[in-house]
């Protein structure tokens, strides 16, 4: 297709301007957005991506673990297409934004081809992926994970961090199938997917410091997480336990995160990548009191890289240097396994053809983590591309202009018109 | 009296054993103790005191705020007269030893005294006093600062930290006079009061590691403490945020608590009394997740001396260093006003009755704080007594033998006898 019929298309901005409107009414829980894995919120806005689907008339389809498909068939149907996704849970009193904007671009995008009559050479699917957070049930990437029979069979056991129902019985409550995690069903065939592309908001203040609407994703990071630590000291009088009789949780806690601090910072100073965070900490409510020593911790340990040595390296310094500051304030750490996701690398071809579409081009690593880790593991080319968003995500200040979602909607758009077949 | 009476008396330990096994069992919650400040479990405690005193012919008045008073009449009654006292209120899943312990030594002296047909030489009263620990109102030695009128009014809007009904409330619901907090009214008459004396289990492990059953007080650590203190950051996203740009609550909070307990450490070396603790630490359940830089912490700062001065200054520096720390990290702490209990000197004369008493003398500051330093503050000459106890207090595993508890009991009762009028 000439570049001068691409040039005149656009995404359909009213379409994802409604579609935003509407994820955010339906979806709100007090301050933030709550679109827990696999419970009402996320299946509202399965709901409302699937109507919208059905209103553009696309095929859809929803697979054994509630993954949604809305396909625009192109001239070819035999030839293996192209998916545009993302998911549409969130964290906790999260944003509108994370995930949800990768699966409305792809709508909007498939929108716009449609009202300028353009068939794309082959499929283009809008993947709609469940379940990416793992702040609901303990890891993450179950939906794309388990589209390509991924899954450790055990996480059918993991309970949800809120309401403590098994992966397996909260399937089962939607009408969907945990056998095809069991045996570890393949619900995507690799084979028949071209690409993946993915379009989400930066979750981090890169864009909005540079001033650019967005970016090209070279790498994503990968995560080794403590995800259940605590420590383990013993219960006594805040006034009349002396230090050296002390078996206190809280100040071991304290020595050991600020230990992993100065790691971080050592390794920032050597050139490699790196973030630490400790997000959650906290005594237990039914046992703590202003007056007494505390015998217990609970924390996570959330350390991500590009390079699984360095996610390594700091998972071995946090083990040796819970043992010896254990020994040094008589308490125990029990840190736990950790869940690991490894880093994934984008595929050069589509960074590039994506570096050619943009105006101010601009290459950045992922901080996070996404699905397009999942596709770049079985071997799909895979791209993604970041929009600017303010206060980062995670949280319900996230801040994305329409303007910018449409310079990476506009861009993936030209990308699937211009695919070098 | 001649000594050789004296010494053929002997407290009640039958009574009290009876006495801590009904407490225990009246009171338990769970794994632990909770006679909750003005509530259900320190009324019960109060209830089974009032039993046992009306059963001993002792005559009993209950004051304005609920404190319990049980009267042995004295030979002369318009003399000064004697108090042994305690609280019998409990941190939540505290243990049955701490303030219980100084009550029912009291009602097993007399019982001790009745028995062997002695009369004391002046009235002597076994005071059970009401909300001494500050777990469940922000403000200590409520009973026996109201009892001298020396609360502040305000404290009557303090809300319970579990159930947020005020101090004002809860004392109406138990048709207690509020009024007299609001006065400042004085339901004792300190010039009434010849000594004041209490026994109370040891809270730290000194008597333990010294295989003593029991000690001499010499003095009472005061309390400064931030009770509510916060950090204020931003949440972001854990793997997209760098940490140049972040305002992580947990890193900062843990900057704040590990340079604080390098401050200790620097005091303990320069000779000076203290102890510090942070009991209580939380990141905010509704927000937190472990993919989130933190945006908030709440967490209290317990600082305790013999000395005013080096209070003053540990929290100066705290003050300064969360200052610091918070341009430092970009986070604001609000670390709020101390609540402050001053030290307190016991009565040297009364210090020394004891010490001879004593087959094995032995003397101790107090870390925790007690209603005695109110008795010595209004200038009452004020006495205690530790009794060894194993695994610290202000916890379910609180362990006393009631072979030290008499050792301690033993003491007090001849020191009424050999009161040296």
């Known amino acids: 297709m000439p570049a001068s019929i691409s040039q005149s298309v656009e995404p359909d901005i009213d379409l994802a301007e409604r579609l935003f409107a509407d994820l955010s009414s339906r979806t709100r829980k007090g301050v933030g957005i709550e679109r827990d894995s696999y ?7 399965h709901d409302l991506m699937r109507a919208a689907a059905e209103t553009l008339g696309l095929e859809v389809s929803i697979d054994a673990i509630g993954n949604l498909l809305m396909t625009q068939p192109g001239a070819a149907r035999q030839v293996p297409g192209i998916l545009i996704g993302s998911h549409l849970d969130s964290v906790p009193q999260g944003g509108n934004y994370d995930g949800a904007a990768g699966v409305v ?12 009559g353009l068939t794309p050479a082959c499929d283009v699917t809008v993947m709609a992926i ?31 961090s809120d309401n403590g129902r098994t992966l397996e019985e909260t399937l089962r409550a939607l009408k969907l199938d945990p056998e095809a995690i069991r045996e570890r069903r393949r619900l995507l065939d690799p084979k028949s997917i071209r690409a993946y592309l993915e379009l989400h908001i930066e979750q981090g203040p890169t864009l909005v410091e540079r001033g650019l609407p967005a970016g090209v994703v070279t790498a994503i990071r990968g995560c080794k997480r403590f995800r259940n630590a605590r420590c383990l000291g013993r219960y006594g009088h805040s006034g009349a336990t002396e230090r050296a009789y002390r078996q206190d949780a809280v100040a071991a806690t304290v020595a050991l995160l600020h230990h992993l601090e100065s790691v971080w910072i050592a390794q920032e100073k050597s050139g490699a990548d790196l973030v630490f965070t400790s997000g959650e900490i906290y005594t237990d409510a039914t046992m703590h009191a202003p007056s007494k020593v505390s015998g217990e911790t609970h924390f ?4 991500r890289s590009v ?8 998972a071995e310094e946090a083990r040796s240097a819970a043992k010896r500051l254990g020994r040094e304030y008589r308490v125990r750490f029990d840190l736990g396994d950790t869940s690991d996701s490894p880093p994934a690398l984008m595929d050069s071809r589509l960074r590039r053809a994506l570096m050619n579409l943009l105006v101010q081009p601009f290459e950045m690593a ?5 699905d397009a880790a999942t596709f770049a593991a079985v071997g799909i080319p895979s791209a993604m591309i970041f929009v600017r968003n303010d206060h980062g995500s995670h949280n319900a200040e996230e801040s994305m202009e329409l303007a910018d979602f449409a310079v990476g909607a506009r861009a993936l758009q030209r990308l699937i018109l211009e695919f070098p077949f």
Chains 1, 2 share one sequence.
């Open 307 to 314: 390079s699984n040595d360095t996610m390594d390296a700091v």
């Open 130 to 160: 469940r379940a990416e957070e793992s702040a609901w049930f303990d890891v993450s990437y179950l939906g794309s994970g388990g589209a390509f029979g991924l899954l450790d069979p055990n996480c059918l056991s993991i309970r949800r």
């Open 105 to 116: 671009a792809g709508l909007s995008v498939l929108s716009g081809l449609r009202r300028a």
């Open 300 to 303: 996570v340990l959330d350390i």
């Open 366 to 370: 992922s901080g996070a983590g996404h």
């Open 39 to 45: 419970g009402p919120g996320e299946q509202a806005a």
